[in-house]
């Protein structure tokens, strides 16, 4: 694959300047390094797991909606728990304002 296809946006929702910048960082790596110093830079842009997901999931958003899915299930969470504890938190933060 070339840098294009392995680095395409797929989704812009909700990138801020920052995941701009992370997703320069990595464009401008592959193209000093190739794929082998792009692994090198996600390892350590995993460092920050918040980042790394909104920028991987930029990049390969059906990927990472996947594996959130997948590790949400390995640790016996469903989409109904997580309904719950959003609704949970919305009326906490509700009552605070």
């Known amino acids: 694959m070339s840098e294009a296809e ?10 801020t300047d920052a995941d701009w910048a ?3 960082k990595l464009r401008k790596t592959y193209k ?3 794929r082998k110093a792009v692994g090198l830079a996600l390892e350590k842009l995993a460092k920050d797991p918040f980042r790394f997901v909104v920028v991987i999931g930029a ?8 594996m959130i899915r997948d590790r949400m299930a390995e640790a016996g969470i469903t989409e109904q728990d ?3 504890l959003i609704q949970k938190l919305e009326s ?5 304002h």
């Open 92 to 96: 906490t933060l509700g009552t605070k």
């Open 6 to 15: 392995d680095l395409a946006i797929q989704d812009t929702t909700g990138l």
């Open 22 to 24: 992370e997703i320069n």
């Open 59 to 66: 990049l390969y958003p059906d990927m990472m909606r996947e």
């Open 32 to 34: 000093r390094g190739g």
């Open 82 to 84: 997580l309904r719950e």
